[in-house]
């Protein structure tokens, strides 16, 4: 059996007003507002030289948006119309254009990043207070960091550059960044991502490390870890 030729030309799209794709991101995001994901990005995200004026307009609106079509599987500014197919925008409000999206992110700056990060670590805080995330913190906690390379294939790509890496048990050099990760771990809960730092890929594993693994100790305290923290280092 073999589907016509015509098939393969096609493009299905997504367009019922009266469905939803992805009905499952109404709880994703009530959790993530019950968190304070808008407090907390209204408060700590602050864009105040722009390219264009109206770019730099309701943060925390827009990066929501971002994260829910993140959670729904976007993976480039494109992507994220899905959170405006079929009947989403009866679900939500405030959704943006991926267009008015992208020009939002071209604002970014490191320091816009660092907001950012310090938003995401705020709100690990009031998800583990808000939903029961890692329990156990009180007794034991583990935090992991590690250092990854991630290919890149563009050869305009900003910080792209050759960094040692490891195929098959063997020592190779792979043209990508490398990202530096932290991880909050219990006995009882399984690991959550407290912090990521993107670097350039020949950047040295321990760069940036320590200032890393404090903030997660930090982080891992102000939710509740009042025990023993054991840090792993890799």
Known sequence: ???????????PVFDDPNL??????????????????????????????TTVRSAAVNPAGKLTSIVAGMAAGADCIDDLDVIR???????????????????????????????????A??????????????????DQVFIDIDSLLRPVYGHAKQGGSFGHTKIAGRQVLRRGLSPLATTISTTQGAPVVAGIRLRAGRAASGKGAASMVAEAIATARVA???GEILVRGD
Do not use: D, N
């Open 1 to 11: 059996m073999k589907l016509p030729y015509g098939w393969s030309r096609a493009r």
């Open 20 to 49: 939803v794709s992805c009905a499952g991101l109404v709880p994703v995001m009530a959790l993530a507002e019950r968190a304070g994901l808008s407090e907390l990005v209204s408060s700590r995200v602050a864009i105040r030289t």
């Open 85 to 119: 197919s079929g009947g989403m925008r009866r679900l939500f409000g405030g959704v943006y254009a991926p267009a008015t999206l992208g020009q939002f992110l071209r604002e970014f700056t490191h320091g816009h990043c660092m907001q950012l990060a310090s938003v």
């Open 121 to 138: 670590r705020a709100h690990l805080v009031g998800l583990v207070q808000a939903s029961g995330l890692l329990p156990g913190i009180e």
């Open 224 to 226: 509740g870890a009042s």
